[in-house]
């Protein structure tokens, strides 16, 4: 599956037959333990439905955190 | 205490966590300012070093309110984009509305700013908006319903300290939310004279975090805000032109 993922292409390989959840994404990029706020398409997913969230191709995926600033 | 919307705070003193040198420092200079509020960037994750420590998850969150920032925004559209992402960490309701509008300066765009509050409260956030230090747009935002106007002292990170101490005045004056001073200050005098103009708060990173030894100035800078406080309560004396003794004029020896 191929999404943009805060700005870059990215290739998910996935079993044609199952669905791709948000989370899945989240936890194939090693940030299962972090923080995540995610929107995708401009629309923001709330955290606790990152699981049902599922993804399609060419969705474009921002994934955001609270870094230090004033 | 400190009263924004719903929240209230012993503090006045509110920390950015921008530019610190380490977490380590950091941390210590957060505990020491005994600060309440802490403020916060929206950026995006980095996918690629995905176990880079974040100062967030050395916080214990049950102590500080979260105030995240619109900062990187350059309209009212991008700043409620950033509020709204911020508000889904279901960590917090407030948001510093900061819409900068020129490059050089970083000094805020009062259109947009007013536009992206007034959207903002529709959308039930409490707002804080980083405005200048005008007069009547700090007045047009209190109508609007904002929890808070935050003024500048000086353009953000220059420690100029107040620029303008009359129309800040004249800010704190008119406004029944509270006033915060945001941005610019340097030194603990800046600071506490912010406060004995009155101010409700100060908002402060830079002059924090920059200082040779953070660590030091954030306990430098929560006293003098502490300082400048008791002055404003305890009622200064106003500023003469000639000398008034303070030792009796009765009873003098060569009398």
């Known amino acids: 599956m191929n999404l943009i993922v805060n700005g870059r292409p990215l290739s998910l390989s996935t079993e044609s037959s199952e669905r791709t959840s948000l989370q899945d994404l989240i936890d194939h990029l090693g940030l299962t333990d972090k923080l995540v706020i995610a929107e995708v398409d401009k629309q923001i997913v709330d955290r606790g ?11 474009k995926i921002e994934l955001v955190h609270f870094v230090g600033g004033g | 205490m ?15 966590t921008g530019k610190f040198p380490n977490f380590e ?21 980095n996918i690629y070093e995905p176990q880079q420590p974040n100062f967030l998850e050395m916080l214990d969150l049950e102590h500080y ?5 619109t900062a990187g925004a350059a ?7 950033i509020a709204r992402l911020a508000k889904a960490s279901g960590l917090c309701d407030m948001i510093k509305v900061e819409i900068i509008g020129d490059a050089r300066t970083l000094l805020p765009d009062p259109l947009e700013t007013v ?5 903002l409260l ?7 908006p980083y405005t200048s230090d005008d007069v009547v747009l700090a007045r047009r935002l209190e109508q609007i319903g904002v929890h808070a106007i935050m003024p500048g002292a000086a353009p953000i990170g220059s420690g100029q300290g107040i620029i303008n101490p009359l129309n800040l005045s004249f800010i704190i004056e008119q406004a029944n939310i509270p006033v915060i001073v945001d941005a610019g200050i340097g030194s603990p005098s800046h600071a506490s004279y912010a406060m004995e103009l009155g101010a409700d708060g100060v908002l402060l990173n830079t002059a924090v975090s920059g200082a040779r030894q ?27 032109r000639y000398a008034t003794a303070s030792s009796p004029s009765e009873g003098l020896l060569n009398s």
């Open chain 2, 65 to 69: 309110t979260l105030l995240p920032n």
């Open chain 2, 25 to 45: 420092i950091q941390k210590e200079a957060v505990a020491v300012s005994e600060a309440e509020i802490l403020t916060f960037a929206v950026r995006r994750m």
């Open chain 2, 115 to 119: 536009k992206a509050c007034e959207m």
């Open chain 1, 49 to 59: 439905l990152h699981s049902q969230y599922i993804l399609q191709e060419d969705m």
């Open chain 2, 75 to 81: 309209t009212a559209e991008e700043a409620v984009r």
């Open chain 2, 214 to 240: 953070p660590v030091q100035m954030a306990q430098a800078m929560k006293l003098a805000i502490e300082a400048g406080r008791l002055a404003y309560t305890a009622g200064m004396i106003g500023a003469k």
């Open chain 2, 2 to 16: 400190l009263k924004i919307g719903p929240h209230a705070f012993h503090s006045r003193l509110l920390l950015g």
């Open chain 2, 122 to 128: 529709e959308e039930g956030f409490i707002v804080l």
